[in-house]
């Protein structure tokens, strides 16, 4: 509480209101794409010793995105090493505050952003890592599976042009046919879901190289974006290739509703870079949404639990990145084994596939669940104001 407390000296309490709204930049309104700080919706800061009152202001009360923006805001004040409690309070906009968001300027340029075959209600999530090796591919391709097998429609495109390994790690191979003019990515069902890839690997045959040479290439990412039957996804992951290149940089601007989840191992080298590429997505204004550690403990079968890489890691990051952790993935040779049979661990019924379907949850039930995306904030609002404005629907 903050009531009957000492201030603190102005020069520390405004000190301290300023990296509070410093840290809050790293909130993304993934709808609007922008940090809420620069988008006006952070009214007030308080700052009473080490307690933090933040008022903020959605564009409407029920946005869908409340509980997520509410998440993000605690998450990063409390990352502040001096913060006891954190107190949100909530209200909304009027209509005059709603109409400046409404006219910022990365939100035409969002609206500017090229037509994608991605629905609108379509959660994006790209795993990213900083450098390769972590287990991105693995992570992206169970998490699938998991969430598939939740009766979901998930898509995956594998990003990692030149290193390509999802249809390896799915079992899947064929060759890419089109419809239309339109790439038709590769099913596969998992449970009484599905999933449905496009990666290099089925274009990587002599006929279809020649069939789509000059079309992918450079641009694949591009074109697997664009010129694909994706059809309705629940969930479109995005196995991004190592690093904090091009790819990131080029999703920021082909798909700004890009949310990251980001993949370290438990070693403080690894979550270093790991951090490269939180810092790289959110200077894009995407969201990273969560860590998921991969490789911790290992537990042999005289059940003696080893942390091979040092343990922590990935809650250190997440902490760091004032995001959850969403779950931590036991180093296990299981799951090596399994990829390289194509027999994805997350389909069984064994331990790891229990890790899997844990992860699954989280994501879609916490950290990026599926809010009624085309009904919500700010697509809809700016849709009405735009009809209002043009005289189609009365006021
Ligand atoms: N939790 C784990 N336990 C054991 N082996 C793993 C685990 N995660 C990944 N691997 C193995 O590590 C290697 C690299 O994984 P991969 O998913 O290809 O990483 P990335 O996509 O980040 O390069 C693969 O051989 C994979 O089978
Ligand atoms: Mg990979």
Known sequence: MTEG???????IVSERQEQVRDCLRAVIDPELGDTIVDLGMVRDITVTGNDVVVDVALTIAACPLRTQIETDVRGQVASLDWVESVEIRVASMDATERAAVMARAR??????????????????????????????????VNLAVALARRGLTVGILDADIWG?????????EGDVEARGGKMVPLEKAFG????RVLSMGFLAGEEQAIMWRGLVLNRAVQQFLQDAHWGDLDYLLIDLPPGTG??????????PRTEMLVVTTPPLAAQKVAARAADMARKGYLRVAGVIENMSDFTCEHGTTYALFGSGGGA????SLGVPLIGS????????????????????????????????????EEVAPMVEASGCSARLI??????????????
């Open 5 to 11: 407390r000492e201030p603190g000296p102005p020069a």
């Open 192 to 195: 009484s879901g599905l999933v």
């Open 329 to 364: 993935i036991p180093l296990h040779p299981d799951l090596a084994a399994a990829g390289d049979a194509g027999l994805p661990v997350a389909d069984g019924d064994g331990e790891l596939a229990a890790f899997f379907a844990e992860v699954a949850r989280t994501v879609a």
């Open 246 to 255: 091009d790819v990131q940089m080029g999703l920021a601007r082909l798909l």
């Open 316 to 319: 250190r990051l997440a902490h």
């Open 164 to 172: 390509f390994s999802v249809p390896r790690l799915l079992g899947m």
């Open 382 to 395: 700016a849709r009405v104001e735009a009809a209002v404005a043009a005289g189609d629907v009365p006021a």
């Open 107 to 140: 939100w035409k340029a969002r609206e500017d952003a090229p037509e994608t075959a991605v629905a609108d209600s379509t959660r994006v999530l790209a795993i990213a890592s900083g450098k390769g090796g972590v287990g991105k591919s693995s992570v992206t």
